[in-house]
């Protein structure tokens, strides 16, 4: 079965970076894009970008370009995202998705969410 | 970037009863090349991910209980969950993947009454 699995939860510094990782499992990886969307406490889910399958292309949400980088490595059926200058306002759970389509997608699948917590 | 609006914010409906919920969108997410809308639908139960119920805003993703249904075309769109179990109280959220950010509405908690 299709399975995403997250990382532990993170206590961070104002200032500081975060990475996170999502393991994939019980499906061809290279198939499939990997997406970001965080839920801050009482905010709406908000997509922070993609890496897409087969050639491993990203794309960015607007609001955290500069500050957000998306990976993998296919070997390890991993993606990563790493945001950087983190403020307080980056107090969320993180999930990854996989996406259903190529390109723009609705999501099929859930990591279980990562808590990453900035706080001097 | 297409903003989603959902409405109500919240709701409270008695078991065996018809709960709606509502989704507009700023601008239309209906793709005229292939006629379909690119609207999903999730139901976020607390502690849990997001899971999808309704993707191209009327099909029902595997596995899902056909008391949920989707309608809706063009910027206006409805989540129809019919005969409401104690196990469908969550937040639910629509979301546009017609364009670039992808956007989420604010979400509808759902609860009995």
């Known amino acids: 079965q299709v399975q995403l699995v997250q990382s532990g939860a993170e206590v961070k510094k104002p200032g500081a970076s975060v990475k996170l990782s999502c393991k994939a499992s019980?499906?061809?990886?290279?198939?499939?894009?990997v997406y970001w969307v965080r839920q801050a406490p009482g905010q709406r889910l908000e997509w922070m970008g993609w890496?897409?399958?087969?050639?491993?292309?990203?794309k960015y949400s607007q609001k955290f370009q500069g500050r957000v980088t998306i990976t993998r490595d296919t070997s390890a059926n991993t993606a990563y995202m790493e945001l950087s200058s983190l403020r307080s306002e980056d107090t969320a759970i993180y999930y990854c998705?996989?996406?259903?389509?190529?390109?723009?997608?609705?999501?099929?699948?859930w990591g279980q969410g990562t808590l990453v917590t900035v706080s001097s | 970037d297409i903003v989603m609006t959902q409405s109500p914010d919240s709701l409270a409906v008695s078991l065996g009863e018809r709960a709606t919920i509502n989704c507009k969108s700023s601008?239309?997410?209906?793709?005229?090349?292939?006629?379909?809308?690119?609207l999903a639908w999730y139901q976020q139960k607390p502690g849990q991910p997001p899971k999808l119920l309704i993707y191209?805003?009327?099909t029902r993703e595997s596995g899902v209980p056909d008391r949920f249904s989707g309608s809706g075309s063009g910027t206006d769109f409805t989540l129809t969950i019919n005969s409401l179990q104690s196990e469908d109280v969550a937040v639910y959220y629509c979301q546009q993947y017609y364009s670039s950010p992808l956007t989420f509405g604010q979400g509808t908690k759902l609860e009995i009454k």
């Open positions: 191209w805003a009327s």
């Open positions: 890496i897409n399958d087969g050639n491993g292309a990203t």
């Open positions: 601008q239309s997410v209906l793709y005229r090349s292939n006629n379909k809308n690119y």
């Open positions: 998705a996989r996406g259903a389509l190529f390109g723009a997608s609705h999501f099929d699948y």
């Open positions: 019980g499906y061809t990886f290279t198939s499939y894009a």
